[in-house]
């Protein structure tokens, strides 16, 4: 990171200095850009309702341009799925729609969805998760500052469904830490380079774990990875097989605030 951007962080760091000190470098960062690259966004989707809210909030998205490629997982598109996809096309945003059967794997439909894509950078979103507007302008912003193959957002706020509860996690150390080079960054954030990507065989073909899969092959190629804010991102946590403790105490315990539902704030998109 160059010297003037330095973040001063720490555990102690409030919601309000964070969202700051976020701010600050997204004005230092785009300052410097003439021109964005091109972007393509690859989802995959197996829940109706789920499809339903990513799109809406791809409408709200402040990057002026980019591609959608959305994988059916054993679904169609239903009527407002098609709306949204017409509110987006309006925007002049390309989308391509393409059918999977239930017994393809999701490593496979990720890696078809890149290649069929144009974008000079792609980036993969999950259905369930919550995204803020700036979330796709901020990755682009970090890749080109940092000369980075790929980067991606920590782990900073997580909404635990069962719980309706939102952590905020935030410090110096483990997936809490942001602005810096890392071999991590949540999966749902993740944004690549196409020639890193296609180095790095995209998403393998695998049922799980496809998001270490891509990021241990590029960083076993030498490629660079670096992790930026979280906040602009929502991990969702829904109901599992697992128990109690299993999923949810990692983040309780580690939690600098806790606020009761969906954390509510314009950088998330989610303000009442």
């Known amino acids: 990171m160059h010297l003037e951007e330095k973040c ?10 964070e969202i700051s000190e976020l701010s600050r470098i997204r004005t230092l960062r785009r300052k410097k850009i003439k021109k964005y690259p091109s972007v393509s966004v690859i989802i995959a989707t197996l829940r109706p309702a789920d499809l339903s809210s990513i799109l809406s909030q791809l409408k709200t ?10 994988g059916l997982h054993g679904i169609d598109l239903n009527r407002q799925h098609r709306e949204l996809i017409g509110v987006l096309e309006k925007r002049k ?3 391509l ?9 999701l490593g496979t439909i990720l890696s078809d969805l890149a290649e069929m894509t144009s974008g000079e950078y792609v980036s993969k979103m999950d259905d369930d998760d919550y995204y803020g507007p700036e979330h796709l302008r901020d990755l682009i912003d970090a890749a080109i500052d940092n000369d980075a193959d790929a980067v991606g957002r920590a782990m900073n706020y997580v909404y635990l469904e069962p719980l309706d509860l939102t952590v905020r996690r935030f410090g110096v150390q483990g997936t809490q830490a942001v602005e810096l080079w890392s071999d991590w960054v949540c999966g749902g954030t993740i944004l690549i380079s196409r020639s890193a990507g296609k180095s790095a065989g995209w998403f393998g073909n695998g049922t799980t774990a496809v998001d270490r899969a891509i990021l241990s092959s590029l960083t076993n190629n030498g490629g660079k990875i670096w992790r930026t804010f979280g906040a602009g991102y929502i991990y969702r946590r829904s109901f599992t097989f697992h128990t109690y403790v299993t999923n949810y105490s990692k983040y309780l315990k580690n939690a600098n605030q806790q606020i009761v539902g969906l954390w509510s704030d314009k950088v998330f998109g989610t303000s009442k």
């Open 61 to 70: 998205q402040t990057l002026e341009s980019f591609e959608l490629a959305i």
């Open 8 to 17: 001063a962080l720490s555990r102690s760091t409030t919601f309000t200095e």
């Open 93 to 95: 945003i390309k989308v």
């Open 97 to 105: 729609v393409r059918k999977y059967d239930t017994d393809q794997t």
